[in-house]
């Protein structure tokens, strides 16, 4: 089964650091993309970036663009997001979700469960 | 910037109604969009990819048509189980857009 597991919920104060992850499973994991997509309290999706875990070869949304860092360890399949200086409005669900197919222009699937970040003093 | 417009933002229908969601693109995408559903609580699901494939699992009362700028993603007969928000999605080699999400309720 192709699977996506992301890491626990995670209380953080603002300006700290952080990084949360997504392993995936069940696939061969250089082959496919990872995206990650943010979803504020009550609100929708946002696509904030992704990475080809072949090379790791990143492409960010101008939204999100120096404030978050995706990476990748292709030897423990397991893709990271990762925040040097977290404030307030980062609070939110973030997911994990690989590209349905093994190209860089794809629909979606699987997602993570998604890991609630909570940033406050 | 491109963007993606749904209509309406919420519906509320009846058990066994058909129901239609739209997607409208600022410019043409050919067939590169999906729609997912999103229970509450929940990650997002993939109904329906390239516009009119229905990704494997999901019931065939879902449906989705359209190319170019305009989409329509349809539930033939609604069932209690359908309670959830849906989003469009285009994606291209360096972008991904989502448009706002409609929350589908059962009267």
């Known amino acids: 089964e192709v699977q996506l597991v992301q890491s626990g919920a995670e209380v953080k104060e603002p300006g700290e650091s952080l990084r949360i992850s997504c392993k995936g499973s069940?696939?061969?994991?250089?082959?496919?993309?990872i995206n990650w997509v943010r979803q504020m309290p009550g609100k929708g999706l946002e696509w904030m970036g992704n990475?080809?875990?072949?090379?790791?070869?990143?492409n960010y949304s101008p939204s999100f663009q120096g404030h978050v860092t995706i990476s990748v360890d292709k030897s423990n399949s397991t893709a990271f997001l990762q925040w040097s200086s977290l404030k307030a409005s980062d609070t939110a669900m973030y997911y994990c979700?690989?590209?349905?197919?093994?190209?860089?222009?794809?629909?979606?699937?699987?997602w993570g469960q998604g890991t609630l970040v909570t940033v406050s003093s | 910037a491109f963007h993606l417009t749904q209509s309406p933002s919420s519906l509320s229908a009846s058990v066994g109604d058909r129901v239609s969601i739209t997607c409208r693109a600022s410019?043409?995408?050919?067939?590169?969009l999906a729609w997912y559903q999103q229970k509450p609580g929940k990650a997002p699901n993939l109904l329906i990819y390239d516009a009119s494939r229905l990704q494997s699992g999901v019931p065939s009362r879902f449906s989705g048509s359209g190319s170019g700028t305009d989409f329509t993603l349809t539930v033939s007969s609604l069932q209690p189980e359908d309670i959830a928000t849906y989003y469009c999605q285009h994606f291209n080699s360096y972008s991904v857009t989502f448009g706002q999400g409609t929350k589908l309720e059962i009267k």
């Open positions: 069940g696939y061969t994991f250089a082959n496919y993309w």
């Open positions: 990475i080809d875990p072949s090379d790791s070869y990143t």
């Open positions: 979700a690989r590209n349905l197919d093994d190209y860089s222009s794809s629909s979606f699937g699987p």
């Open positions: 410019q043409g995408i050919n067939s590169d």
